[in-house]
């Protein structure tokens, strides 16, 4: 009765029916590469040749570049946001200043490593600084100089998967949308471009930087032309215009009761952006944004001073958070279903959304907010003696899994002699899943809608005929990952989770936008 | 004409460069010799401005090289450098035509130059191509000199040209480097620490010793009439060679017997030094010598041991020793 996707779709047949949206995103990814490529050349070289002229100051400026280099990427792109917004001018400032580090730092060895005699030779034939430079220290130099643009591409392909969180496109849409669609083929159709375009720029530089004399000369003429027609590829896709901008998460971007659902059902036309949910309410604040996908129940509604958009043709059903339990886990631990279920019921949504805004705008820990709520119910209890049995619990990266991480483990703590480990931060639904899946973690919670459309990949059919009914889909859910997996859903927590289009009040207001209906009728307004 | 006063030049506490006044002639050969560190490189940069002095002037021609452009004055001085210096991403052909680019010449003027000097300096065409890597290090320091000819500047400054090559390619050169017309007309001044190089090359020697310069003189002056034990130990270890290098076979022409021509044997110019008519005996030893006076076309004829004594009572009769 359970049937598995009819037909398990290939990576081929991925990338043959995507293959629009993988050309995009793959010149988007070269031309994100290069930009910031060129620019990075642009201010590199001249800034060592410089440091190579004055060696006071050569120390400081490769320290602070060295420094700039350890920064880690996402923070880096973080730092971004307040002062660039979202799109391509963060993303390609922070690739630039990754890439400054290898050019800065090669210009400056290859000059300085020039050798001494040559140079002396080239003043005392009579040229002057400029005819040295251009005619003996650059021309010896190239190698090095060469090198360290080797280096800051590869570099550069890499990070440039991360400029997605950002909404500045590329590869990477497609790899953390996999991620979070438990979509492997479109993890693949993301990373392999991405493995692919490294290989090859690493291996054209390499043959320019073989190049002997003979040839080199016109080689590094006609270098800056490549680069810039690498470059414009970022400009072709994103001609677009629109009244309005949304940005989707990738998961929002992939499933049924998203944006599939919205272009099926409302026929709506915007200009849409993929950004991470990390970045999303914030940039909605900021005004880089206008329409936001997020989750009802979320705590950054308040925080933001967002609205939710009436979904009036019930596109986005609620569906329940449970626990998942591994099988041979609640054999194993024999309180465990008990305990865990103590949660159930006693979280509807408007508890939920409070608990949400404390943790993200009251910047409360979860685990304060958990045992508040827990005594507030009577339900806390001091941890007792572990009897060295350890169950591990697991969780995604966002706050509302935090704090029900936190519930469990305190509950499990007081109620039984288990002890607890949680593994939290497990990045999108296919990383924690797999990682239940591969028996390292026993417990997570999860919602039915994500089981049903990320994990099952329920056929069109089967969906129809749940009807968006939570129970409906509960029933079917539990009953699949018994048979598939061996993995128990327990009782519902209570609270709906169910995805929302959000806009700021403020804005929503002006414009009269109460209704999914309301945007679209203004955005086909001329 | 090259003239320098009280030039002089401090690195820190070094002094490099202590009080140095000279004068080269016009088409003159001035060798500046010394032990390591003694100022020479310094005294020679000092004279294209790769090298500022902290004071006393130098003028070439007349002319305050220090109220000049540098680049502009660099362009009418050859130089050549003990490692040669070539531009290792050049070819030999453009190695050459650097200094004629910067004057800019035009290319047929720049080839006809190439390919003459080429010819000069027993450089094959086929280099023309090739990178220096691809030579030999005798086959650099040609191009190197060639360089440094090219433009045909009125004043050449060598800094060891010579150093980096072995004994066989540097005699070679050497022989080469006498014969070159290129260079007869030429001011030079030669930068070495080697005293056969200098005795051989140069028409006037400066000894130099930490900073300054102890004796400046051609080279018999330097051997018969050193200024002091400086001079004299600098010279000794190879005092006898130096000697019979720099004795002619002219100098002790009024003790050689006077015999008539012989048939059938070796013959020398009496300006050749007692070191040739020695090395002659080398390959012929039972033999007579003929030395021809071109002045006065009269002819003596010697043996080993006639050519010996002559030396000998010359010796004993040279003033000052
Ligand atoms: N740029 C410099 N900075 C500091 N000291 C220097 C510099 N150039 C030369 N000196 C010092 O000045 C002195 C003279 O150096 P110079 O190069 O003129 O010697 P040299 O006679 O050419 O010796 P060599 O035969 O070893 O080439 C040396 O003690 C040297 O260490
Ligand atoms: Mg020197």
């Keep these: 009765m359970f049937r598995m996707n009819e037909h398990q779709q290939t990576l081929m047949e991925f990338m043959r029916q995507q293959s629009d949206k993988l050309l995009v995103q793959t010149l988007q990814h070269i031309g994100l590469t290069f930009i910031s490529l060129f620019i990075a050349v642009l201010i590199g070289l001249p800034l060592g040749i410089y440091i190579s002229r004055v060696r006071k100051l050569s120390g400081p400026v490769l320290g602070i570049a060295g420094i700039l280099q350890t920064i880690p990427s996402i923070a880096l792109l973080g730092f971004m946001i307040p002062l660039l917004g979202i799109g391509a001018k963060p993303a390609i400032v922070a690739l630039l200043l990754y890439a400054l580090l290898p050019i800065v730092r090669n210009t400056h060895t290859g000059i300085t490593g020039v050798d001494s005699n040559v140079k002396e030779a080239a003043i005392a034939m009579g040229m002057n600084k400029w005819q040295v430079l251009f005619k003996v220290e650059l021309p010896l130099a190239m190698p090095v100089i060469l090198a360290g643009i080797r280096t800051a591409t590869v570099i550069n392909v890499g990070v440039a998967t991360l400029a997605s969180y950002i909404a500045a496109g590329g590869l990477g849409e497609f790899i953390f949308g996999g991620i979070s669609l438990n979509n492997t083929n479109m993890i693949l159709a993301g990373a392999i471009p991405a493995a692919m375009l490294a290989i090859l720029f690493d291996f054209l530089l390499s043959l320019l930087q073989k190049l002997n004399f003979r040839k080199v000369k016109g080689a590094v003429k006609i270098a800056p032309v490549l680069l810039l027609i690498l470059s414009c590829f970022y400009f072709i896709p994103s001609a677009y215009g629109s009244k309005l901008t949304a940005g989707f998460t990738p998961e929002f971007m992939g499933r049924q009761d998203g944006n599939l659902g919205l272009v099926s059902k409302y026929r709506l036309k915007i200009h849409t952006i993929v950004i991470s949910d990390a970045v999303m309410y914030k940039a909605a604040q900021e005004k880089e944004l206008d329409v936001i996908s997020g989750y009802s129940t979320d705590g950054r509604l308040k925080a933001y001073d967002l609205v939710v958009l009436n979904d009036d043709k019930k596109i986005f059903p609620p569906y329940y958070a449970a626990p998942l339990v591994r099988e041979d886990a609640l054999k194993k631990f024999p309180q465990l279903e008990t305990t865990l279920n103590k949660l159930s019921g006693l979280i509807n949504d408007s508890v939920m959304t409070e608990l949400n805004y404390r943790t993200d705008y009251l910047h409360q820990t979860p685990e304060r907010v958990a045992k508040d709520f827990l005594q507030a119910k009577g339900l806390y209890k001091a941890p007792q003696q572990s009897n060295g049995e350890v169950v591990r619990l697991g969780s995604k990266i966002f706050g509302e899994q935090y704090i029900l991480t936190n519930m469990y483990s305190m509950l499990i703590k007081g109620y039984t002699k288990y002890g607890v480990e949680t593994k939290t931060g497990l990045g999108g639904t296919k990383i924690v899943f797999d990682a239940m899946t591969n028996n390292q973690i026993d417990v997570y919670p999860e919602y039915t809608g994500t089981g049903l459309l990320a994990i099952l990949q329920a056929p069109r059919n089967v969906i129809n005929r749940l009807q968006s009914s939570k129970d409906s889909t509960y029933a079917y859910v539990k009953a699949a990952f018994a048979a598939q997996y061996k993995i128990k859903w327990l009782k519902p927590i209570g609270f709906n989770n169910a995805y929302a289009l959000m806009m700021r009040r403020q804005q929503a207001n002006e414009l009269h936008i109460k209704t999914i209906s309301d945007l679209n009728r203004f955005l086909n307004t001329k | ?321």
């Design chain 2, 1 to 321: 004409m090259i003239k320098v006063s009280n030039l002089v030049k401090t690195f820190g506490q070094t002094h490099a460069v202590n009080n140095i006044s000279f004068v080269v002639a016009k088409g003159e050969t001035l060798a500046l010799l010394g032990t390591s560190g003694c100022g020479k490189t310094t005294t020679l940069k000092m004279l294209n401005r790769l090298i500022e002095p902290d004071s006393g002037t130098i003028e070439i021609d007349g002319q305050n090289i220090l109220s000049q452009a540098p680049e502009l004055l660099r362009r009418s001085i050859g130089y050549v450098l003990q490692n040669n210096g070539l531009f290792p991403h050049y070819t030999v052909a453009e190695n050459i035509a650097i200094v004629p680019n910067l004057l800019k010449w035009n290319k047929a003027k720049i080839e006809t130059r190439t390919n003459e000097l080429l010819e000069k300096l027993h450089l094959p065409k086929e280099y023309l191509n090739a990178y220096p890597a691809e030579l030999s290090g005798g086959q650099q320091q040609r191009v190197g000199l060639a360089r440094a000819l090219v433009a045909d500047a009125p004043v050449l400054l060598m800094d060891e040209p010579f150093g980096a090559l072995d004994n066989v390619t540097r005699s070679k050169i050497h022989a080469e480097f006498k014969l070159l017309d290129e260079l007869k007309r030429k001011t030079i001044i030669l930068v070495t620490h080697d005293v056969q190089e200098a005795f051989l090359l140069a028409d006037r020697i400066a000894l130099m010793d930490k900073g300054q310069i102890v004796q400046i003189g051609t080279a018999a002056e330097l051997l018969f009439n050193p200024a002091n034990d400086f001079v004299k130990d600098f010279l000794k270890e190879q005092h006898l060679q130096l000697e019979l290098k720099t004795i002619k076979l002219g100098d002790i022409w009024q003790y050689l017997p006077a015999d008539g021509r012989r048939i059938n044997t070796s013959q020398l110019a009496a300006n050749a030094g007692v070191w040739e008519a020695l090395d002659t005996f080398k390959f012929y030893p039972r033999e007579n010598i003929n030395i021809i006076n071109q002045q006065t076309r009269e002819v003596r004829s010697v043996t080993f041991d006639q050519l010996m004594s002559a030396y000998s009572r010359f010796k004993n009769h040279v003033p000052h020793e």
